[in-house]
C-alpha cells in the first residue's frame, strides 16, 4: 500500500512570503550577510520532497567573523552590563514576538520538518515562548553570596570580607538538532541572553528556516549589534569550526551522543565549558496496577508524538506479564489509529520523519530488529511519495541485545517486552548506555517513587511522560549529556563564579 500525501501550500501569508525568498544569508553584527565563499545549500519539504530553496552555507571563515562580532559585542559591554530589568524586558519582548507570530512560525516548522501544525502550535512554540519569559524572570535573579570565613593567618585589627559574584561566562557557540528546532533553540537562546552571554547559533541543516524567523524577531526585539549571530550550514564545517573555535568560552550542545563526544575532542583546544543535551533509549514501565485507560495512550504518545523524534522517546516498552497482552493490543490499536499525512493537514496526527536519510535509517533499524528474531506486531513500513513516512511500528520478541533495544532509533519504533516484577525493574530499565528519561505507570505510590530513586535517569516521570515546564530540569546521565537545560539551573551553564577576598 502506498500513501497519498496531499500537495498543501500553506495558507498564512507571511510564510508564503519567507518562503518565496530565493536566498536566506547569515546574520552577523545586525547585518544580513552573503557566506564568504558563497556557498548554499537546498533545503527540502519532507513530506512531499519538494525543495525550500537555498539556505547559506556558512562555513570556518563565517564562524570566525560571527564569532568576532559576539567577542567585540561581549567586550563592549552593552549587553553584559545592561540592567538586568532591560535584558529581561528583551526577552519578555522576544516571547510577545514570538506568540504574535505563532501560526506562520508553526507552518513554517511544519514544511520545515515535517510535524504536524498542531504540534507546534500547541506544544513546542508555546513551549519556547515560556522558555523566553521564564529567563527574563531569571535575568534578574543573578545573586552572589557573602561568606563568613575563617582564615587564621588575617592580619591582626582586620576583617576579610568575601563575596561571589556571577558574571556571563563569554561568547556561547549552541549548535542545536533538527526534531523540535523552535523551542530546542529557545532552550539554548534563553538562558545564555539572560545570563548576559552574546551568542552565535548554528542550526541544523535539515531545519534552518524557524531559526532564521526567530533570528528576525530578535533584531525586532531590539537586540543590539553581535550580541545574537546566526551562522546555517552543515555539522562537519560550520558546527565543527564552531566548537573548535579558541575565541567561543562555551558550547551548549543539543544533538545525537555520537556528535556530542566529537564535540568534546573538540572543545579540548581551548578548554572551553560544555553542556550537552544527547540521545536516549529511554524506557516506559507499566505495572500490573496501573491504571491501563491511561498508561495505554500514554505508552504509544510516548514513542509516537512527533513521529518518535523525542529525545525522551519511550522506546523501550516494559510490561508486567500479566497485562502484556492486553497493553501491547491498546498500544498496537492506537498505532494502528494514527492518520499519517501531511503536517499542514489537520487531520494529519502524525507526519515524516525530518529526511529520507532518516527515514531510510529507521527502516534499517526495524529490517536489524527482523534480522535479529524480533516480529512486527504492527506497522514496519516504509511510505509516502518521497519515502520519509514511517508507520508507527510495535516490535516484540527483542532480545536484550539487540540492536533495536540498544541503540537510539530516534523514529515511530517501540521494542515491547514483558517483565515478571517490580524488583526486577531497576535493573532492566538501567540495561542501557543512555540516561535521558524513564516512566513509571502504577497506582502503588511507594513502587512508583521507589522505582524513580533506583532508575539512573535525568528524569524520571510517574503516571505520565513528556511532561515539560520551564521550571524543570531536563538532561541525562551517563551517555545522555552534561548539565541540564531549562530550570534555573540551566542559568549556571552560561555563569562563572568570581571569589572576591578583601582584608579591609
Ligand atoms: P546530530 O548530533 O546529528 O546533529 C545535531 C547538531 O550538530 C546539528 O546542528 C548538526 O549540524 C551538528 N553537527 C553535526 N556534526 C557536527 C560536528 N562534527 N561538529 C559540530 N556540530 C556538528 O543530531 P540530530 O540528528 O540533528 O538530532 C537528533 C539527536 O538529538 C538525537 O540523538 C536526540 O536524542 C538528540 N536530542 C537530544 C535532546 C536532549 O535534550 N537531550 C533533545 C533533542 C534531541
Same mark, same amino acid.
Given at each position: 500500500?502506498?500513501?497519498?500525501?496531499?500537495?498543501?501550500?500553506? !495558507?498564512?501569508?507571511? $510564510?508564503? %512570503?519567507?518562503?518565496?525568498?530565493?536566498?536566506?544569508?547569515?546574520?552577523?553584527?545586525?547585518?544580513?550577510?552573503?557566506?564568504?565563499? !558563497?556557498?548554499?545549500?537546498?533545503?527540502?519539504?519532507?513530506?512531499?520532497?519538494?525543495?525550500?530553496? %537555498?539556505?547559506?552555507?556558512?562555513?570556518?571563515?563565517?564562524?570566525?567573523?560571527?564569532?568576532?562580532?559576539?567577542?567585540?559585542?561581549?567586550?563592549?559591554?552593552?549587553? *553584559?552590563?545592561?540592567?538586568?530589568?532591560?535584558?529581561?524586558?528583551?526577552?519578555?519582548?522576544?516571547?510577545?514576538?514570538?506568540?504574535?507570530?505563532?501560526? #506562520?512560525?508553526?507552518?513554517?516548522?511544519?514544511?520545515?520538518?515535517?510535524?504536524?501544525?498542531?504540534?507546534?502550535?500547541?506544544?513546542?512554540?508555546?513551549?519556547? /515562548?515560556?522558555?523566553?519569559?521564564?529567563?527574563?524572570?531569571?535575568?534578574? *535573579?543573578?545573586? +552572589?553570596?557573602?561568606?563568613?570565613?575563617?582564615?587564621?593567618?588575617?592580619?591582626?585589627?582586620?576583617?576579610?570580607?568575601?563575596? $561571589?559574584?556571577?558574571?556571563?561566562?563569554?561568547?556561547?557557540?549552541?549548535?542545536?538538532?533538527?526534531?523540535?528546532?523552535?523551542?530546542?533553540?529557545?532552550?539554548?537562546?534563553?538562558?545564555?541572553?539572560?545570563?548576559? &552571554?552574546?551568542? /552565535?547559533?548554528?542550526? =541544523?541543516?535539515?531545519?534552518?528556516?524557524?531559526?532564521? %524567523?526567530?533570528?528576525?524577531?530578535?533584531?525586532?526585539?531590539?537586540?543590539?549589534? +553581535?550580541?545574537?549571530?546566526?551562522? $546555517?550550514?552543515?555539522?562537519?564545517?560550520?558546527?565543527?569550526?564552531?566548537?573548535?573555535?579558541?575565541?567561543?568560552?562555551?558550547?551548549?550542545?543539543?544533538?545525537?551522543?555520537?556528535?556530542?563526544?566529537?564535540?568534546?575532542?573538540?572543545?579540548?583546544?581551548?578548554?572551553?565549558?560544555?553542556?550537552?543535551?544527547? +540521545?536516549?533509549?529511554?524506557?516506559?514501565?507499566?505495572?500490573?496496577?496501573?491504571?491501563?485507560?491511561?498508561?495505554?495512550?500514554?505508552?504509544?504518545?510516548?514513542?509516537?508524538?512527533?513521529?518518535?523524534?523525542? &529525545?525522551?522517546?519511550?522506546?523501550?516498552?516494559?510490561?508486567?506479564?500479566?497485562?502484556?497482552? *492486553?497493553?501491547?493490543?491498546?498500544?498496537?490499536? &492506537? =498505532?494502528?489509529?494514527?492518520?499519517?499525512?501531511?503536517?499542514?493537514?489537520? @487531520?494529519?496526527?502524525?507526519?515524516?520523519?525530518?529526511?529520507?536519510?532518516?527515514?531510510?535509517?529507521?527502516?534499517?533499524?526495524?529490517?536489524?530488529?527482523? @534480522?535479529?528474531?524480533?516480529?512486527?506486531?504492527?506497522?514496519?513500513?516504509?511510505? +509516502?511519495?518521497?519515502?520519509?513516512?514511517?508507520?508507527?511500528?510495535?516490535?516484540?520478541?527483542?532480545?536484550?541485545?539487540?540492536?533495536?533495544? %540498544?541503540?537510539?532509533?530516534?523514529?515511530?519504533?517501540?521494542?515491547?517486552?514483558?517483565?515478571?516484577?517490580?524488583?526486577?525493574?531497576?535493573?532492566?530499565?538501567?540495561?542501557?548506555?543512555?540516561?535521558?528519561?524513564?516512566?513509571?505507570?502504577?497506582?502503588?505510590?511507594?513502587?512508583?517513587?521507589?522505582?524513580?530513586? *533506583?532508575?539512573?535517569?535525568?528524569?524520571?516521570?510517574?503516571? &505520565?511522560?513528556?511532561?515539560?515546564? =520551564?521550571?524543570?530540569?531536563?538532561?541525562?546521565?551517563?551517555?545522555?549529556?552534561?548539565?541540564?537545560?531549562?530550570?534555573?539551573?540551566?542559568?549556571?551553564?552560561?555563569? #562563572?563564579?568570581?571569589?572576591?577576598?578583601?582584608?579591609?
Amino acid at each position: 500500500m502506498t500513501l497519498e500525501v496531499a500537495t498543501l501550500e500553506p !495558507g498564512i501569508d507571511a $510564510t508564503r %512570503r519567507f518562503l518565496a525568498r530565493p536566498q536566506r544569508r547569515l546574520l552577523i553584527d545586525n547585518e544580513w550577510v552573503e557566506p564568504a565563499a !558563497g556557498r548554499s545549500f537546498e533545503t527540502f519539504n519532507p513530506a512531499t520532497g519538494a525543495s525550500l530553496g %537555498r539556505v547559506a552555507a556558512g562555513e570556518a571563515v563565517d564562524i570566525d567573523r560571527a564569532v568576532a562580532a559576539a567577542r567585540r559585542a561581549f567586550e563592549a559591554g552593552a549587553w *553584559r552590563d545592561m540592567l538586568p530589568m532591560q535584558r529581561a524586558q528583551l526577552l519578555w519582548k522576544m516571547a510577545d514576538l514570538i506568540e504574535q507570530h505563532i501560526d #506562520e512560525l508553526a507552518e513554517l516548522e511544519t514544511v520545515d520538518q515535517g510535524k504536524p501544525v498542531w504540534i507546534g502550535r500547541q506544544a513546542e512554540i508555546p513551549g519556547a /515562548v515560556e522558555q523566553f519569559r521564564y529567563f527574563a524572570g531569571q535575568a534578574m *535573579r543573578i545573586e +552572589g553570596t557573602t561568606i563568613p570565613t575563617s582564615i587564621s593567618y588575617q592580619p591582626a585589627d582586620k576583617q576579610i570580607f568575601a563575596y $561571589t559574584a556571577k558574571e556571563p561566562i563569554g561568547v556561547v557557540g549552541a549548535i542545536v538538532p533538527w526534531n523540535s528546532p523552535i523551542v530546542l533553540t529557545a532552550l539554548k537562546i534563553a538562558p545564555a541572553l539572560a545570563a548576559g &552571554c552574546t551568542m /552565535v547559533l548554528k542550526p =541544523a541543516e535539515d531545519t534552518s528556516l524557524t531559526a532564521i %524567523r526567530l533570528a528576525e524577531l530578535l533584531l525586532e526585539a531590539g537586540i543590539p549589534p +553581535g550580541v545574537f549571530n546566526l551562522v $546555517t550550514g552543515l555539522g562537519e564545517t560550520a558546527g565543527a569550526a564552531l566548537a573548535a573555535h579558541p575565541g567561543v568560552d562555551k558550547i551548549a550542545f543539543t544533538g545525537s551522543t555520537q556528535v556530542g563526544k566529537r564535540i568534546v575532542a573538540a572543545a579540548g583546544g581551548n578548554l572551553k565549558k560544555l553542556t550537552l543535551e544527547l +540521545g536516549g533509549k529511554s524506557p516506559v514501565v507499566v505495572l500490573d496496577d496501573a491504571d491501563l485507560e491511561l498508561a495505554i495512550p500514554g505508552a504509544a504518545n510516548a514513542i509516537f508524538f512527533n513521529s518518535g523524534q523525542v &529525545c525522551v522517546a519511550g522506546s523501550r516498552l516494559y510490561v508486567h506479564e500479566r497485562i502484556f497482552d *492486553r497493553v501491547l493490543e491498546g498500544v498496537a490499536a &492506537c =498505532a494502528r489509529g494514527i492518520r499519517l499525512g501531511n503536517g499542514l493537514d489537520p @487531520a494529519t496526527q502524525m507526519g515524516p520523519v525530518v529526511s529520507r536519510k532518516q527515514a531510510d535509517r529507521i527502516a534499517g533499524y526495524i529490517a536489524s530488529g527482523r @534480522a535479529e528474531g524480533a516480529s512486527v506486531l504492527t506497522g514496519g513500513r516504509q511510505l +509516502g511519495p518521497a519515502g520519509t513516512f514511517i508507520e508507527p511500528t510495535v516490535l516484540v520478541g527483542a532480545v536484550p541485545s539487540a540492536k533495536v533495544v %540498544r541503540e537510539e532509533i530516534f523514529g515511530p519504533v517501540v521494542v515491547a517486552t514483558p517483565i515478571r516484577s517490580a524488583e526486577d525493574v531497576p535493573a532492566i530499565a538501567n540495561d542501557t548506555d543512555y540516561g535521558l528519561a524513564a516512566s513509571v505507570w502504577t497506582h502503588n505510590l511507594s513502587t512508583a517513587h521507589r522505582l524513580a530513586a *533506583r532508575i539512573r535517569a535525568g528524569t524520571v516521570w510517574i503516571n &505520565c511522560h513528556s511532561m515539560y515546564d =520551564a521550571s524543570l530540569p531536563m538532561g541525562g546521565m551517563k551517555q545522555s549529556g552534561w548539565g541540564r537545560d531549562s530550570g534555573h539551573q540551566a542559568l549556571e551553564n552560561f555563569l #562563572e563564579t568570581k571569589t572576591v577576598c578583601a582584608v579591609i
